[in-house]
């Protein structure tokens, strides 16, 4: 069974870098040819997909995150993370790990708030 957890902080100051970590457990991210992504919610708005990374290390970014947006991964941990910087309120969600192609896999879910 695959499983994805979130773990990181759930408080961030504005103009900060929010930074999350996925633990992955039940498959190797390193696995043909799975997608590891980031995805999240915020309040009263739809899904978006932030971005991922794929099981040879290759990184894609939603075009209106990318300037702001780092995913990489620690393959002897099987992890990967999220790094977002210049946070303002308006990147307050819920912000989950998924496992893309298909996206059949998802974390529960952590609350970031971005507030002072």
């Known amino acids: 069974q695959v499983q994805l957890q979130e773990s990181g902080p759930g408080l961030v100051k504005p103009s900060q870098t929010l930074s999350l970590t996925c633990t992955v457990s039940g498959e190797s991210i390193t696995a043909n040819y799975y997608t590891w992504n980031w995805i999240r919610q915020p309040p009263g708005k739809g899904l978006e997909w932030m971005g991922h990374i794929n099981y040879s290390g290759n990184t894609y970014y939603a075009a209106s995150l990318k300037s702001r947006t780092s995913i990489s991964r620690d393959t002897s941990k099987n992890q990967f993370t999220l790094q977002l910087s210049a946070v303002t309120p308006e990147d307050t969600a819920v912000y989950y790990c998924?496992?893309?192609?298909?996206?059949?896999?998802w974390g529960q879910g952590t609350q970031v708030t971005v507030s002072s």
């Open positions: 998924v496992r893309g192609n298909p996206r059949d896999y």
